[in-house]
Every structure is written in structure tokens, then in C-alpha cells.
């Protein structure tokens, strides 16, 4: 089965913790995109990936990092620097920039 | 700059009745336009999009959307609307090099649908 896989479905994290959220995907899509998703807004764009260990800032990227290693992993982390993390994380892929994007079943962080 | 207006952020209709959900656009050019729906506590699932050609674009669930483009719109609409239909929907513009390959998401209309 194709698709995109994001773990954990809820993440929960100490003030000063840094957190890493896990997408994957099975598609063999080039790109791979974050997005942060809080009440009553719409999605914004944390950073995405066109190729392979290459990636761009999107609007929000102060407090978070990122890898792309390989074609199916994106990894997001969390840093104690996001002054305000709790939310829902989406994490999305198309099969090249500027292409329709599929997305993961998100992870809801909430920090204690 | 590329922006993307859904201007009802709560709608509520009685099942059985047709669905009209509003989408307005700020882009120079023609740009790529998306509809998704979400449920609660779920990633985001595409209903239909539109590239180029044909107007009425067709998607998943009985849905439809319109580009005009002289009214900078694509609104979404379903003919008879199904308690299972109630969740939240989000227009996006994007994907075209036009908005530097990235999407533009609207803040969502929450679609409530009593019996």
C-alpha cells in the first residue's frame, strides 16, 4: 500500500525538549513539505524538500530543522527554541516541486 | 503576493441539501487550485483539483468545483449533502511554478450537517 506515514500520531514534550516527528513515504515522490496546523488557521509551511539533501525555509521555520538523507524520509525536529509548539504537524509529498501534494495522517504535539 | 480567501469559516445544512463552499484567490496568472477535505484529528484528503481546460472539474464524494476565472474563484458545491460530509475544507492555490512551486491554503470552512 502507497502512502505517507508520519509517527507518532501524539507526541508529548518537557519545556526544553527537543522532538523529532517522523514522515515517510512509499510514492517515490521527489518532494516533501511540513506544515504546522493550529485551531481556526490554515496550514503553514514550515520547510520542504525538492531533492535529496536540499531544503528551503517556508514561512515559519524559526525553532525547527530538518533532513532529507534520503528520498522517502523527512524527518522534523522540534527545537527548545519553537517558543510555542503545541500543534498539529502535517507532513505532505508530491511528485515534484509544484506538483498535486498527498498528505500523512499528522502527529499532534502538545508540550506539558 | 498569492493569497487564498475562504470567507465562511462555519456553514451548517441540513442533509439532503446542496453544499456551496466559497473560494477566492489573489494570483496574476492562472494558477493551480486544490480542494481538500479534513476530519478531525486527520491529515488532509484531495477531493479535486484543477489545472487547465475544462471549467467544471469533477472529484470524489459527488463533489464539484468551478473556476471563474474573471471572479478569481473556485468554489466547491455538492448537489445533496450526506451527514458524512461534515468536516473541514481548505482551498489551496499553488503548485505551479507561477507561485514558486509552493501551495497557499485557505483558513478552512468547518462544515457542521445536521439530520
Known amino acids: 500500500d502507497g502512502g505517507i506515514t508520519q509517527s507518532p500520531k501524539y507526541l508529548f514534550r518537557k519545556e526544553g525538549q527537543n522532538v523529532t516527528l517522523s514522515c515517510e513515504q512509499n510514492l517515490n515522490h521527489d518532494a516533501m513539505y511540513w506544515y504546522r496546523q493550529d485551531p481556526g488557521q490554515g496550514l503553514r509551511l514550515i520547510y520542504y524538500?525538492?531533492?535529496?539533501?536540499?531544503?528551503q525555509k517556508g514561512d515559519i521555520a524559526e525553532g525547527y530543522s530538518v533532513s532529507r538523507e534520503k528520498k522517502e524520509s523527512f524527518p522534523l525536529t522540534v527545537t527548545s527554541a519553537q517558543k510555542n509548539p503545541t500543534a498539529f504537524y502535517l507532513c505532505?509529498?508530491?511528485?515534484?516541486?509544484?506538483?498535486?501534494?498527498?498528505f500523512g495522517p499528522g502527529t499532534r504535539l502538545t508540550v506539558l | 503576493a498569492q493569497s487564498v480567501t475562504q470567507p465562511d469559516i462555519h456553514i451548517t445544512v441540513s442533509e439532503g441539501a446542496s453544499l456551496e463552499l466559497r473560494c477566492n484567490y489573489s494570483?496574476?496568472?492562472?494558477?493551480?487550485l486544490f480542494w481538500y477535505v479534513q476530519s478531525p484529528g486527520q491529515g488532509l484528503q484531495l477531493l479535486l483539483k484543477?489545472?487547465?481546460?475544462?471549467?467544471l472539474v469533477q472529484g470524489i464524494k459527488g463533489f464539484e468545483a468551478e473556476f471563474k476565472r474573471s471572479q478569481s474563484s473556485f468554489n466547491l458545491r455538492k448537489p445533496s449533502v450526506h451527514w458524512s460530509d461534515a468536516a473541514e475544507y481548505f482551498c489551496?492555490?499553488?503548485?505551479?511554478?507561477?507561485?514558486?512551486?509552493?501551495?497557499?491554503f485557505g483558513t478552512g470552512t468547518s462544515l457542521t450537517v445536521i439530520p
Open positions: 494570483y496574476g496568472a492562472t494558477p493551480y
Open positions: 505532505a509529498s508530491s511528485p515534484r516541486s509544484g506538483g498535486t501534494q498527498y
Open positions: 484543477y489545472f487547465s481546460g475544462d471549467t
Open positions: 489551496a492555490v499553488g503548485g505551479s511554478e507561477n507561485t514558486g512551486n509552493q501551495f497557499y
Open positions: 524538500s525538492q531533492i535529496v539533501n536540499d531544503f
